[in-house]
């Protein structure tokens, strides 16, 4: 949908805010790698957080982005150079307090927006995803997609 950006709506729903989608380092090559037809800008070498670089949102979700989607996952991606995929359950207790605390508003609504939150939070399975394969995580992810109608998995 976006780069770390969506719009929780009144009604449960997010907006997707397609923007340019920073890359660092290693990320670059493996990115160009993964899909050659992206379009990645130049180069900003040697800032505080290495060489960065930003790749046009797919023309697809900016297309979309007007379109509300109704969230069903929660997922908390992390790459981890060489390791063995590991998909786990995470706790709805614990990731309302992540949202909560990376929601650059939500000391504004207060009581609503911890309403919202735990709205979203009793219709969305939420999960730790770390990875050394972005085609590994991809293909985790569409599991996850084509199991939508079974039963989530649980934390414990």
Known sequence: MSDELAILTQDGNLVAMPRPVSLKNASIDVIRNFDPTVVIGGMARDTHKGTVA????????????????????????????????????????????YLAHN????HIHGARGFE???????????????????????????????????????AA
Not at 103 to 106: A, E, K
Not at 126 to 136: V, W
């Open 54 to 97: 930003y790749m046009r949102p797919p023309a697809d979700s900016v297309d979309r982005q007007a379109e509300p989607a109704t969230p069903r996952w929660i997922v908390f991606p992390k790459y981890e150079s060489g390791a063995t995929l590991k998909f786990e359950p995470y706790s709805k207790a614990r990731t309302l307090v």
């Open 103 to 106: 929601s650059f508003n939500y």
């Open 116 to 154: 919202l939150l735990g709205n979203i939070l009793d219709h969305c399975d939420c999960y730790n995803l770390s990875y050394g394969s972005l085609e590994d995580a991809l293909t985790c992810i569409e599991g996850l997609a084509a199991t939508a109608d079974q039963e989530p998995l649980t």
